[in-house]
């Protein structure tokens, strides 16, 4: 909500919203206007009010038809404000429902709704939306095909957004319930993945149950028609008239721009949409334009403030944590007690319990930072201020029909964003394909013998056998061990081994002195040992760690200067467009033609070639690095590490090329000898089989 491109596409919308009235006030009389405000009917309003009412009570039947069908109550107060949160996230974060969806799911859970209902909901409230829109926009596309009023353009754009909307909700569909989900072709689809396990615990027999869906869709398209006639009835209120299906037909058309426009709750593109389609069949400017404003101002700005304070309670409501099993103060313990309370024993555990606990406690992994998608980086381009400048510098060239000058500003921003594009994604592709590669096994007791598995399949109560070389898959307490020393420089930062040995220490003891455990991220320098996982994942001491580094790193000083000089252009910008516009009106020169001319004028202070020339340097220097084997993942980061003086680091060395190499062996006195490397061999391949 707070980055910089969110602030600018409002901006956007303002400046688009501005122009719609300008344009409406320049081709309509003033007198038209003061018409309306005396022939107003404010008994219509309020049948407004009560319409835009009862949509939040249709939304909320859409929540709970899931829930409902399979006996589980849902608290009343939670729906309508999960409705107002909905509406909110829907104008806020345009994601064709996809954000709000998942918020009322997340909060639907809390309230003790199983996943699969919550996820069937999900799809049902995704697949009956974009189904009712598809029949209700059918419909009003007949609707102005009869009144003659039907223009290539819009039913380009109608049948266009029609075809994406049934393969949305056919392929939303398609993934209920799909085990093989995460690991299919549809994870590869950009934005699909973060939703594929989540719809992977649907219950298909809801999710796709025709009543349900026909039921969901019903109250869907109860939602469009109660907006429609709201719109009916504003027409009433400022003394106007006009068919119900005339403006039901306008309505959705104007919708569909509404939707597909990048502006949050598409601000300028529905109030442009909405006056055109409304003159298409039949309604004056003024009254189109007074109508539109009263109804974006009772489905969206009023309800704005009592949205933005639900999904702000409910984002900051926090999700139960993961179970993890009660062993508080374990190095405190004998070994075999804990065993005892953790049920498990020097066999370790059978393979049906280890797979149950999986389940129960999730796989021994931290939580990976996700991996940004072509869509995700290529968006990261575009949220450059000067980018968004430039853009605008192109549609207002393109307003004034400077043709030339427009393709030309065009020409830079796609240059622009193809060469970042082009750096960061190979280097994000190439970071993926790394880190497929790495795959840690660890060897698990398992009825009673010694298996290899993956790493993040080990669970609590697992017994684990380690020597030199291995990495500790887990925190835990120590059975047995010979001459066994661990590396935990990435815990303590001490970069000398330590002996570890079983045995019991204080309750009090602080993490370097627990020398009966071993922890996650740890790495075994010599000796061998049996260790009992006590926790796993997130619930270990370096998971408690990551999960307070897991962050959005903190704003470059770099990325903040081009922020800072965007805002300061687009201040400069919109202070000369004001400034030259009121004066010029003073004059009285028209409307239209002095708006845009101040924005002409504006434009002139965007610097067109800077954003290339950033690009273009950036990507010379990511292209030297690689050839040094440095992988830059994000340009910007470049000039960060060409702006630093000096470089500090601790006593461990932790920056280092990540090879090990023997420089040499010495006997006790200092004196070169090569049986003790002989030995230091024989002992490094001495481990079991």
Not at 241 to 261: E, G
Not at 577 to 601: D, K, N
């Amino acid at each position: 909500m707070r980055a910089p491109g969110r602030w600018l596409t409002w901006l956007v919308g303002a400046a688009m919203l501005a122009v719609v009235v300008a344009a409406v006030v320049h081709f309509a009389e003033a007198r038209a206007f003061v018409g309306l405000v005396e022939r107003s009917q404010p008994s219509w309003l309020a049948v407004a009010v009560l319409l835009q009412i009862l949509t939040y009570v249709a939304q909320g039947e859409v929540f709970l038809a899931a829930p409902h069908a399979s006996g589980h109550a849902v608290p009343r107060r939670l729906v309508y404000e999960l409705s107002l949160t909905k509406l909110f996230l829907d104008q806020a974060v345009p994601s064709a429902g996809l954000a709000s969806t998942a918020i009322v799911a997340n909060a639907l859970e809390r309230q003790g709704i199983p996943r699969a209902l919550t996820a069937a909901g999900a799809i049902l409230n995704i697949a009956s939306y974009h189904l009712s829109y598809v029949l209700l926009l059918l419909g009003a596309l007949g609707v102005v095909f009869a009144l003659g009023a039907m223009n290539a353009l819009v039913a380009a754009i109608s049948l266009l957004f029609i075809a994406f909307a049934v393969a949305f909700a056919g392929l939303v569909l398609g993934l209920a319930g799909r085990a093989s989900t995460g690991a299919g072709p549809t994870a590869r689809i950009p934005g699909l993945k973060g939703i594929a396990t989540f719809l992977a615990a649907a219950d298909t027999r809801l999710a796709r149950h025709p009543g349900l869906l026909l039921k969901t869709g019903g109250w869907q398209a109860a939602i469009f028609l109660l907006d429609a006639f709201t719109m009916w009835s504003l027409i009433h209120a400022v003394g106007a008239a006009a068919p119900a299906t005339a403006v039901f037909a306008a309505f959705m058309v104007a919708s569909v721009f509404r939707t597909v426009s990048v502006s949050p709750g598409g601000l300028g593109a529905y109030e442009a949409a909405s006056v055109l389609t409304l003159k298409m069949v039949g309604v004056s400017l003024p009254v189109a334009l007074a109508t539109t404003l009263l109804f974006r101002g009772l489905s969206f700005w009023a309800p704005m403030l009592p949205g933005l304070w639900c999904s702000r309670r409910l984002l900051r409501e926090k999700k139960p944590e993961q179970a993890e099993p009660a062993t508080p103060e374990y190095w405190s313990i004998p070994g075999e007690l804990v065993a005892a309370q953790l049920q498990s024993g020097p066999d370790g555990l059978p393979a049906r319990e280890a797979a149950a606990r999986l389940v129960r406690y999730g796989p021994n992994a931290l939580e990976a930072s996700r991996s940004r998608t072509w869509l995700h980086v290529l968006a990261n381009q575009l949220r450059s201020p000067l980018l968004l400048l430039l853009v605008f510098a192109a549609l207002a060239s393109g307003l004034t029909q400077e043709w030339f000058d427009a393709s030309m500003v065009l020409v830079i921003v796609i240059t622009t964003v193809v060469i970042g594009f082009a750096r960061e994604y190979s280097a994000e592709t190439a970071a993926q394909a790394l880190r497929a590669r790495v795959r840690v096994r660890a060897r698990a007791v398992r009825d009673g013998r010694l298996d290899e598995v993956d790493a993040v399949a080990i669970v609590p109560g697992d017994v684990v056998e380690l020597a030199a070389g291995s990495l500790v898959p887990g925190d835990g307490v120590l059975l047995s061990a010979t001459d066994f020393f661990v590396s935990e420089s990435a815990l303590t930062g001490e970069s000398f081994p330590v002996e570890k040995r079983p045995g019991v220490v204080p309750a009090s003891a602080a993490l370097p002195e627990r020398t009966n455990c071993l922890f996650f991220g740890t790495n075994v320098r010599s000796g061998t040992a049996r260790c009992l996982i006590v926790h796993t994942g997130a619930g270990t001491e370096f998971g408690a760690i990551a999960g307070a580094l897991a962050r959005r790193a903190p704003e470059a000083e770099f990325d903040r200067g081009l922020r800072r000089f965007g805002y300061l252009l687009t201040v400069a910008m919109l202070v000369l467009v004001i400034l030259v516009f009121a004066a010029h009106m003073l004059r009285g020169r028209p409307a239209v033609e002095t708006l845009l001319f101040s924005i002409a004028l504006a434009v002139g202070l965007s610097p067109e070639l800077l954003p290339a020339i950033l690009s273009i340097n950036l990507a010379r220097g990511a292209r030297m690095l690689a050839r040094q084997g440095v992988l830059v993942r994000r340009l910007n980061a470049i000039e960060n590490l060409g702006s630093m003086d000096v470089l500090c680091t601790d006593k461990t060395g932790t920056l280092t090329e990540g090879v090990v190499r023997v420089q040499d062996a010495f006997d006790p006195v200092g004196v070169p000898a090569p049986a003790v490397l002989e030995l230091a061999a024989y002992n490094a391949r001495s481990r079991p089989a």
